[in-house]
């Protein structure tokens, strides 16, 4: 009897609890730990989606990007954003694996990469959610510049498979017809810059092939470094690309766009189905960089005639422009093309980058801990100044002491005529003037050349002093990158410690609970003096009880410790400008579907700066901390 009332007690305090972790809990845990929730919620189409055109988009999204194509067709688009505010403050990035077998091509390397479009969230690029199908590729090729016509007959299932049998070339030239459409007749229709240049179509780079298949922003750090992008729940590669291999069930044929599940950006077949030409010639990998040597063309993603052991995001090929005398084609090999913009599209925007590549690397003098208000910049454009005015100085005198010897060797010239001419007295005064004037210019002729020896050991400082200047401003700039890379993985940790601090109150409230119904049970339904077994089986519970609680209550404590040390320690390292500077991409760092951590950074944001700025008294801090934390669980 008591036991089952403790049970049912117990049950009901559980599924208030587990309520509460359905509803919230659960979806920030796989937000952490990248289980699968993200996966769900970004496979998952809205129940209100339109219905589906299977020639255009088979499995259309709110945020699709729809441009117009000749011939009443059209493409879709997916953005995938790059930065937040600053077009010179472009993405950098880890390509390649550490897995591959092939080091030659795979190995990592470093890679930047930045959208040409901006919107409220950043910058973006725009690439096709589909590999260019038949249909697609009928359309451009009719319409040929708009001096063919369109195709007369109904689309069918066949129409819906990538376009493949094309040659680079082939590749290049569709994108170019649908550029002039897009400049031309589909103007309206196609995406702008700020300024109202449309956009122009064209084959993606290696780089923002790899950043969007890899899941861009959209995925945590982690997830994107992995080798591939993260699947939902009890889904396997086989559930997102067609390849050969037990599982796939492809058979070597290309098959109809959009039946697998889409990667985390949304685009489908990103692996497998036909492999995709790249704009960018290939580049062998080497010690963390690209090799210089530029060789045929790349393609990337694998194919139905692939192996599994080739569908990763790593995974890029090298072919040839041509082959036996004719231009290099594959029957499965296809395209996806991205919409861009020029990297300016006015004298303004010009003059403005201009201005931003000036100040770049530059020392900011408020950054007091993180070396910038030494100024060495400043302190070596002062020494630059000095031997600059120091030069001209020795030029004005090399040119005075010019001017000096020539005007000795005129009277030199004078008295040696006037020698020729005169009596001896004057003969003996006139080599004596001669004597005189040839001490003169010899020592003019000496100081000139050590003047001309001084300006050139000047020139030679400065062009020094200038690659001197020149290194620093690049060692300053990765600093400042290094920085910002440092303190977004600080927010980042702070934003998991508010999130812990939060699940491990709720864990000691249930546990507090639990101890609380059972001390009253006890009480409602005791023991019989007599019953040894019953009082040492409720005495049993209550110790295992009362030192659960104990252990959640030091555990809270503890992270609200490691909190404020990790506060503490943030705005001892970096100023806090610098930390609100960064908050956007410490949020985006986790992926943009991760659950709510991106609240909990920017907590830790706001409390680094009340922190800094406000009381110390810690017990008071905690408590705040705490309540905040907790707040932010209780309201998803």
């Known amino acids: 009897m008591q036991k089952s009332l403790l049970s049912q007690a117990c049950a009901l305090t559980a599924q208030g609890y587990n309520s509460f972790r359905h509803r919230g809990t659960m979806m920030l845990l796989g937000a952490l730990l990248g289980i699968g929730v993200m996966g769900v919620a970004a496979m998952t189409s809205p129940a209100h989606a339109a219905k589906a055109d299977q020639t255009w988009n088979p499995k259309p999204a709110p945020d699709d990007v729809?441009?117009?194509m000749p011939c009443g067709g059209s493409m879709v688009f997916k953005k995938v954003y790059t930065s937040n505010d600053k077009k010179l403050d472009d993405k950098g990035f880890s390509a390649g694996s550490n897995n591959s077998d092939s080091m030659l091509s795979q190995s990592p390397n470093g890679r930047y990469i930045q959208g040409a479009f901006h919107d409220k969230d950043g910058y973006y690029y725009l690439m096709a959610k589909y590999e260019l199908t038949e249909a697609q590729y009928k359309v451009l090729s009719s319409w040929d510049g708009g001096?063919?016509?369109?195709?007369?007959?109904?689309?069918?299932?066949?129409?819906?498979?990538?376009?493949t049998g094309l040659s680079w070339f082939d590749a290049v030239n569709l994108t170019r017809s649908y550029s002039l459409f897009l400049s031309g007749e589909g103007a309206s229709s196609a995406p702008k810059s700020s300024d109202s240049v449309p956009a122009f179509a064209r084959l993606p780079t290696d780089s923002e092939w790899e950043f969007a298949a890899r899941g861009g922003m959209n995925v945590s750090s982690s997830e994107f470094s992995a080798d591939v992008f993260p699947f939902a729940d009890g889904k396997t590669i086989a559930d997102y690309a067609w390849f050969k291999g037990q599982g796939s069930s492809s058979d070597g044929k290309v098959r109809v766009i959009g039946l697998k599940e889409p990667n985390p950006l949304g685009f489908y077949d990103i692996l497998g189905n036909v492999s995709e030409m790249m704009l960018d010639p290939f580049h062998a990998t080497r010690t963390g960089r690209l090799h210089g040597q530029s060789g045929g063309f790349t393609v990337r993603g694998g194919s139905v005639l692939s192996g599994p052991d080739e569908m990763i995001t790593a995974y890029r090929s090298e072919r040839a422009y041509f082959t036996k005398g004719k231009?290099?084609?594959?029957?499965?090999?296809?395209?996806?093309?991205?919409?861009?913009?020029?990297?300016?599209?006015?004298?303004?925007?010009?003059?403005?980058?201009?201005?931003?590549?000036?100040?770049?690397?530059?020392?900011?003098?408020?950054?007091?801990?993180?070396?910038?208000?030494?100024?060495?910049?400043?302190?070596?454009?002062?020494?630059?100044?000095?031997?600059?005015?120091?030069?001209?100085?020795?030029?004005?005198?090399?040119?005075?002491?010019?001017?000096?010897?020539?005007?000795?060797?005129?009277?030199?010239?004078?008295?040696?005529?006037?020698?020729?001419?005169?009596?001896?007295?004057v003969k003996a005064e006139n080599e004596q003037l001669k004597k005189e004037l040839a001490a003169q210019k010899s020592e003019a002729d000496t100081a000139r050349n050590e003047l001309k020896n001084m300006g050139q050991y000047i020139l030679t400082m400065n062009q020094n002093l200038n690659k001197l200047r020149a290194n620093m401003i690049e060692s300053n700039a990765r600093r400042d990158e290094m920085r910002d890379r440092a303190i977004i993985s600080s927010m980042r940790l702070g934003g998991y410690l508010?999130?812990?601090?939060?699940?491990?109150?709720?864990?000691?409230?249930?546990?507090?609970?639990?101890?609380?119904?059972?001390?009253?049970?006890?009480?409602?339904?005791?023991c019989k003096d007599d019953d040894s077994k019953c009082l040492k089986r409720n005495a049993e519970q209550l110790s295992k009880a009362e030192q659960n609680v104990a252990i959640a209550r030091v555990t809270v404590d503890y992270l609200l410790s490691y909190y404020a040390d990790h506060l503490t320690d943030t705005n001892d390292t970096f100023d806090h400008k610098f930390i609100k500077a960064q908050l956007k991409n410490a949020q985006q760092a986790m992926g943009r579907n991760n659950g709510e951590l991106h609240r909990y950074i920017a907590q830790f944001e706001t409390d680094a700066q009340k922190y800094r700025n406000g009381s110390r008294d810690l017990e008071e801090n905690k408590k705040r901390w705490l309540k905040q934390c907790l707040g932010i669980a209780r309201n998803k």
């Open 147 to 163: 001096k063919g016509k369109c195709p007369t007959a109904k689309f069918t299932v066949k129409d819906r498979t990538p376009k």
């Open 498 to 526: 508010c999130s812990s601090i939060a699940k491990a109150e709720v864990e000691r409230e249930l546990k507090d609970n639990v101890l609380s119904i059972l001390t009253r049970t006890q009480k409602s339904i005791p």
């Open 66 to 68: 729809t441009v117009a």
């Open 327 to 425: 231009e290099t084609q594959g029957r499965d090999m296809g395209l996806r093309m991205v919409l861009s913009l020029p990297f300016t599209t006015s004298i303004n925007e010009v003059r403005d980058l201009n201005a931003q590549v000036a100040k770049l690397g530059t020392d900011d003098l408020a950054d007091t801990k993180g070396g910038g208000s030494v100024n060495t910049l400043g302190e070596l454009d002062k020494i630059l100044a000095q031997h600059k005015a120091a030069q001209a100085r020795a030029e004005a005198e090399s040119k005075k002491a010019i001017a000096q010897a020539e005007e000795a060797r005129k009277k030199a010239e004078t008295a040696k005529s006037s020698a020729k001419a005169g009596s001896d007295a």
